[in-house]
């Protein structure tokens, strides 16, 4: 059974995702030679990560993607092989707002609120400070080949409590999916914060995420990810807390830097035409009518420390996937 994109979501997709980028470990601690194929599967790795960075714009928007945290959608049945090639879903578990919902088929129905309902000071929907917690053996799940548990938190807060504003910081504290099946195991792990700050022109997000996989049979690798983005409203528009986002544009940038073994690549993210953000187009993927909230816009993935190496074009169209294109180096 070959596993889809919405089967692990949000996290650790370039930590997994680019395992294929390298085959094996050695001593070396030269750059990592990267190869067109793996170019632009790392292309299409950064466009699921950016579906997913918008998501997490607002509060209920933090809530409802887990806060990037990496989730499967049932018990993983895979070999090795398989795993290597794990992406993520856009958009993650839902937990009600506030609250873990209790759907028996996710690990929301594990989650400890550390309120509820959460202390909301200002009443602008940002909760003081507010975590969920997943711990054993109550994020144990298993059925008959195979088993994962989920540890770790998800922490949000108001970095202005006594003042109405949508601005806030999440993160993800030693947040891990350990799973084990009669084909081999191993973890995915998230950890890293984030920023959403609020000014006349529209959202700032700011973040800084390490994602770690460790896998049967496959080199460990890391990576580390810090993004800068900005979204601004189309003309009309506002930006409304606790409203769904508006129609706007979406300008990711930022690098990855991504290690296995001794090695390293390192890979630049740039906006080249801003992504246009449909409110349609985003409610139709959270229903599965819709691929993704894009319906144009150019993003650039290039290799940092790899001269002639070309880049991976990332551009949307009506609501669809990612189109990644390979330009050949000069």
């Known amino acids: 059974m070959s596993l889809s994109r919405?089967?692990?979501?949000?996290?650790?997709?370039?930590?997994?995702?680019?395992?294929?980028?390298?085959?094996?470990?050695?001593?070396?601690?030269?750059?990592?030679?990267?190869?067109?194929?793996?170019?632009?599967?790392?292309?299409?790795?950064?466009?699921?990560?950016?579906?997913?960075?918008?998501?997490?714009?607002?509060?209920?928007?933090?809530?409802?993607?887990?806060?990037?945290?990496?989730?499967?959608s049932r018990v993983p049945r895979a070999t090795v092989a398989m795993m290597r090639g794990l992406a993520q879903n856009r958009y993650g578990l839902s937990f009600n707002r506030y609250a873990p919902n209790a759907s028996a088929s996710d690990i929301s129905t594990c989650g400890v609120a550390s309120q509820t309902p959460p202390v909301d000071t200002d009443g602008d929907g940002v909760p003081d400070n507010f975590s969920i917690t997943f711990s054993l053996p109550a994020c144990h799940f298993a059925d008959a080949t195979s088993s994962y548990d989920v540890t770790g938190a998800l922490n949000i807060s108001d970095p202005q409590p006594g003042t109405a504003s949508m601005a806030l910081d999440f993160g993800l504290q030693n947040f891990k999916i350990t799973f084990n099946g009669s084909e081999g195991g191993g973890y995915v792990s998230r950890n890293g914060t984030a920023s959403v700050s609020v000014s006349q022109t529209g959202l700032y997000q700011s973040s800084t995420w390490t994602d770690n996989a460790v896998l049967t049979g496959v080199t460990s690798a890391s990576d580390n990810i810090h993004w800068t983005n900005s979204f601004t409203a189309a003309q009309g528009q506002s930006i409304t807390a606790g409203r769904e986002l508006p129609d706007g544009a979406y300008s990711p940038s930022g690098s990855v830097n991504f290690q296995q073994g001794n090695r390293v690549a390192s890979f630049s993210v740039t906006t080249i035409d801003p992504l246009q953000y449909s409110a349609s187009c985003a409610a139709g993927v959270q229903q599965g009518t819709s691929l993704s909230p894009f319906t144009g816009g150019h993003i650039r993935v290039a290799v940092a420390n790899q001269t002639n190496?070309?880049?991976?074009?990332?551009?949307?169209?009506?609501?669809?996937?990612?189109?990644?294109?390979?330009?050949?180096?000069?």
Do not use: K
């Not at 395992?19 to 292309?43: E, R, V, Y």
């Not at 918008?54 to 509060?59: D, P, R, S, Y």
């Open 6 to 72: 919405r089967t692990l979501a949000r996290a650790g997709v370039l930590a997994i995702g680019a395992l294929t980028l390298a085959a094996c470990s050695d001593s070396s601690t030269a750059p990592l030679n990267i190869t067109p194929d793996q170019l632009q599967s790392m292309g299409s790795s950064v466009a699921t990560e950016i579906e997913g960075s918008i998501a997490e714009l607002t509060t209920q928007d933090v809530m409802n993607t887990n806060g990037g945290a990496p989730t499967f």
């Open 309 to 330: 190496s070309g880049y991976a074009d990332i551009t949307y169209s009506g609501c669809n996937s990612a189109t990644v294109t390979l330009v050949a180096g000069q």
